[in-house]
């Protein structure tokens, strides 16, 4: 702006004096043709004319020229404040790209350096006094790169100075660039409207550090969470790199190797150290079948080998993704003698009978014998393979238990198992079945506590308070355990309460019924009793018990996770009590336990009171069911095992049952049946990105009508949970329980 005012201004000034010139030229013709007129005439009169006419035209000249003469001084003082103002003007734009923290430069159309401020030459201190304005940007690219002042002008000149004059000729963006003592620029430039460039270079190096420090401490993170999953396996296990070297172990290994854990990473730093150092501490146990490096792709491989101290170890080797190696070892001596013993017993309990059945006549009395003998023997057997598969389990178990692949298996072994139970069986047989299925029901149980931790530890679970009616959770939770406790032969007793607390009823219903089961699982006799006492602004619930007690010295470790005490005469988990304290601390809910050897337990959580009062319940009224038997259900599942499952236990129930592998499939039987279909079961996940509710909103739009219909899904999330019951659709948990789907079929049929 400041230049197109001053070119205005000195294209006036110009034409200014050029009028001027004109007018001087006309006065000296006008002079000398006086003069000339003087001389050669030489009268008076002619003289007198002559004058005359020159008077008036040199007037007129005069004025003209006053006038110029007047413009011309105005067109000075305005050029002058012109001048004046552009000077400000360029001052002020000095000082304000001066007072900016970033560097600041401006390059022409010709890309030569118009204006930079100080920061932008501290960037290049052994440059700077080169840096003046006129100056190529590729000459001071050039510079750059002959001082080194840039990381990748020091590793690769050439490349650096092409890359960055490449960006800057784009001028679309941002660049980071590294300089030489260790400050990270950002750079960002662009395009003025004159075509030339504008760049403002930013000092990031503190971001850059705190990038570092952020990742330095996820990187601590996960390496502690590594290491507290490896010290809670009962296996020796040791973790190399793709370099071999040894990145992580547990206790157990020191132990299994006797190490002392000083002298871990000196001695078995490397796979090779450890093999070395097995030649010593587990001596045949050192073959390169056994110990030897797994590359990646190649399968898990497991060895037994038996030491010279009469132990056998079990060595499992895994090669992981993007090289590197976990190993575990594991003392398997009982697991083996234990075989070998069942194995000697069959064996021998087979040679006898061959030898008593000729003379089974002679002998009757002998033979009942040797039968009671060989039913005491398959009972230790049966007994001793149970306790090898548990063995076997508690390896896995914590692997394992985190995928939710194991749902889809188990849901079909439920289903298989429910479809044997509604047959006609021998009474081993059905004794076998309900083993089973007592099996699966504790694999369940154990996988959502897993899956239930992992959720609270990650944060997955958001608190929902809101005011609760004690009352009827505390009456909930008596009817869902009084048939367990009954089945004990003791009492449980719930105190009515009419207090309102604010919390989450989903996890503080959570927090009782562990209370509860554990009190009943670790009570021989006597009861159980729950009851609410106030506390000011509080309450507290508490599960009281007349079980053996818990030594005051151990009620820390209760809340571990797999931590088992052994006081009872069944065995849990270990985990109810560690899903307690997440929950209770997620609350902020205190949870509390008193209690001795002799002395019985008490458990107890304090929640926030607010307002009491009682809530009315309306007692439902049962309605009219017509039963399941001759209705035809629709199932869809990607997996054929589920509808094998699904059709042995639907037909054992007397349904007509359809099934597909997929949306398409669905259709043509339907198309097909010669009855309507009146309930559909569908899995959520059907491969593909193919959902079931998309399927079933499908077949509805086919059926022209909202035909009931039930997702089943491992899925535990509770906003897929809620979209699936907006859209009309019921849902069932994986693994799925025949007596809970039967029970939901009669209702959609009823």
């Not at 008593?356 to 057997?381: K, S, Y």
Request: proline share 3%; with cysteine; aromatic share 4%.
């Amino acid at each position: 702006m400041i230049a197109d005012t001053d070119g205005h201004r000195d294209d006036r000034v110009a034409s200014l004096e050029i009028q001027l010139g004109k007018l001087a030229r006309i006065n000296a013709s006008l002079m000398g043709r006086v003069e000339r007129s003087t001389d050669l005439r030489g009268n008076a009169f002619s003289v007198f004319e002559t004058a005359i006419s020159l008077e008036g035209k040199v007037r007129e000249r005069t004025a003209d020229l006053e006038r110029a003469l007047g413009e011309l001084a105005s067109t000075n003082a305005e050029l002058a404040q012109a001048t004046d103002a552009a000077d400000s003007a360029r001052r002020r734009l000095g000082d304000a790209i001066e007072t900016i923290n970033e560097g600041f430069a401006i390059f022409d159309a010709d890309d030569r350096l118009v204006l930079c401020n100080q920061t932008y030459l501290s960037l290049w201190p052994k440059v700077a006094d080169q840096i003046v304005p006129g100056v190529r940007f590729d000459e001071i690219l050039g510079k750059i790169g002959e001082t080194s002042g840039m990381l990748g002008a020091m590793v690769a000149p050439d490349r650096w100075i092409s890359e960055r004059g490449a960006a800057h000729e784009l001028a679309e963006g941002g660049q980071v660039i590294a300089l030489a003592d260790g400050r990270w620029i950002q750079v960002n430039e662009r395009r003025t409207t004159e075509g030339g460039v504008v760049g403002v270079y930013t000092d990031i190096t503190d971001i850059k550090a705190e990038d570092a420090r952020l990742r330095a401490r996820e990187l601590a993170e996960r390496a502690v969470v590594l290491q507290a999953t490896l010290d809670a396996m009962p296996q020796g296990v040791c973790v190399f790199d793709r370099e071999r070297a040894l990145l992580a172990w547990n206790d157990p290994l020191l132990a299994f190797l006797k190490l002392q854990p000083t002298r871990a990473r000196l001695e078995i730093a490397e796979h090779a150290a450890l093999i070395e150092w097995c030649r010593t501490a587990l001596p045949r146990a050192d073959a390169a079948d056994t110990l030897g490096w797994l590359g990646e792709g190649e399968p898990e491989i497991v060895a037994v080998r038996a030491l010279e101290d009469g132990r056998s170890v079990e060595v499992r080797r895994l090669p992981m993704p993007g090289g590197g190696m976990v190993m575990s070892f594991d003392d398997v001596t009982d697991r083996l003698r234990a075989a070998a013993a069942l194995r000697e017993t069959n064996e021998t309990l087979e040679r006898r009978v061959q030898e008593r059945t000729a003379a089974v006549v002679a002998v009757n009395m002998e033979l009942q014998q040797q039968v009671a003998e060989r039913v005491a023997a398959e009972a230790a057997m049966r007994e001793a393979k149970t306790a090898a598969e548990q063995a076997n389990l508690s390896k896995t178990r914590f692997l394992a238990a985190a995928s939710h692949d194991l749902l889809q298996p188990l849901n079909a072994a439920r289903l298989f198992v429910s479809a044997l139970a509604t047959r006609r069986l021998a009474p081993a047989n059905r004794t076998l079945v309900e083993q089973t299925g007592s099996a699966l029901d504790s694999i369940e149980d154990l996988l959502e506590a897993l899956l239930e931790i992992s959720k609270l530890d990650a944060g997955a679970v958001t608190p929902e308070i809101t005011d609760v009616p004690l009352g009827e959770l505390m009456r909930a939770l008596h009817a869902e355990f009084a048939l367990a406790a009954s089945t004990r032969g003791l009492t449980l007793t719930v105190e009515p309460t009419t207090a309102w607390v604010r919390t989450d009823a989903r996890l503080l219903r959570r927090i009782l019924q562990n209370f509860l089961s554990n009190a009943l699982r670790y009570t021989r006799q006597g009861g159980v009793v729950m009851a609410a006492r106030h506390e000011g602004a509080h309450v507290q619930i508490a599960v009281t018990d007349t079980g053996a007690g818990i030594d005051p010295t151990h009620h820390g470790e209760i809340f571990e996770e797999f931590r088992r005490l052994n006081s009872g005469h069944e065995r849990g988990m270990g985990l109810g009590l560690a899903i307690v304290q997440r929950a209770g601390r997620m609350l902020d809910h205190p949870i509390g336990v008193r209690s001795a050897i002799g002395q019985g337990s008490t458990f107890c959580v304090t929640v926030p009171l607010t307002v009491e009062g009682t809530r009315q319940i309306c007692a439902a009224t049962p309605a009219a069911r017509r039963g399941i038997a001759a209705r035809t259900v629709l199932v869809i599942d990607n997996e054929e095992i589920i509808l094998e499952g699904m059709r042995a236990v639907l037909e054992g129930w007397g349904c007509d049952v359809l099934t597909a592998v997929g949306g398409s499939e669905a259709r043509e039987a339907i198309a097909a049946s010669s009855a309507p279909v009146e309930v559909i079961l569908a899995d959520y996940h059907l491969g593909n990105g193919m959902t079931g509710e998309v399927v079933v909103a499908q077949l509805r739009t086919l059926l022209d009508r909202p035909t009931p219909a039930v997702i089943i899904t491992a899925d535990r999330e509770p906003d897929l949970r809620d979209r699936l019951l907006g859209a009309g659709l019921h849902v069932l948990q994986k693994p799925v329980k025949p007596a809970q789907l039967r029970a939901l079929l009669a209702r959609l049929t009823g």
